[in-house]
């Protein structure tokens, strides 16, 4: 009986050892194909004619608590050459660190862009403005009027970073602009006031997925890497502690 049961535990035990080095090199298969498929994608963005580069998406600074000073160009969104700096934090005095602002980028599969009914379809399902600089916003239609009204913003990650008005549902123009594409874009949320960052986060990044979803695109980091559930979770982490402060 003893034997039995040895057999058994020895079974079950390199069973346990098996399934874990597997899920291990799956997850490991996985992310060097990712990052392999990123390195490729990222060769080939246009340069100086619809440059991936330094875009700015223009936000009013935030501090610790959230309170806005002046306007100031802030974000930029794009290649990995203008991009190399390790993302500021922020230190409240207690250790907590969080950055001034969290992106997305959405990047274009197989050299086939996202077209002007493309994104606006996206837009308009997730009730998108068009607005300020030529971007759009995800309004907080509870603190409209109050400090940090937008969620998040979607720039064009093609330099200047803007987008043609005929994208906004309320468009009224003439110009149809069909022939309008773009390799990506980017999706930028400024750290708002404390109590409300994670909460926006999590709405942030479901537009994300639904967008990317609907795009069929790749979602990476700022600098063009991949964007791992570790990298999401740790955004989050951050902003717990913010809203903690």
């Known amino acids: 009986m003893q034997t039995v049961v040895f057999i058994i535990g020895t079974i079950l035990v390199m069973f346990v050892v098996f399934y874990m080095f597997y899920v291990s090199y799956s997850n490991k298969r996985k992310t060097t194909k990712l990052e392999r ?106 603190n409209a009027n109050g400090k940090n009204p937008d969620i998040f913003r979607v720039g064009n990650l093609i330099k200047p970073g803007t987008f043609p008005p005929q994208l906004s549902v309320n468009y009224s123009g003439t110009d149809a602009n069909e022939d309008w594409s773009t390799k990506g874009i980017c999706v930028i949320m400024f750290t708002p006031s404390s109590r409300i960052a994670e909460n926006r986060f999590v709405m942030t990044l479901k537009f994300v997925e639904n967008a ?22 740790s955004y989050r982490e951050q902003l717990r502690e913010h809203d903690h402060v």
Not at 212 to 233: S, Y
């Open 37 to 142: 498929d990123y390195s490729e994608f990222a060769k080939n963005l246009p340069d100086d004619d619809g440059t991936v580069g330094p875009v700015k998406i223009k936000s009013k600074k935030v501090d610790v608590v959230g309170e806005q000073t002046e306007p100031k160009p802030a974000v930029p969104a794009g290649s990995p050459a203008e991009q190399n700096e390790p993302e500021a934090g922020v230190n409240d005095g207690t250790g907590a660190k969080w950055a001034p602002f969290y992106q997305f980028n959405i990047l274009a599969r197989d050299h086939k862009p996202f077209t002007l009914a493309q994104l606006k379809e996206v837009f308009a399902k997730e009730k998108l403005t068009y607005g300020e600089f030529d971007v759009f916003y995800k309004y907080d239609q509870q």
């Open 212 to 233: 990317n979803n609907m795009l069929d695109g790749l979602v990476c980091t700022k600098d063009l890497k991949p964007m791992t559930d570790d990298i999401i979770n």
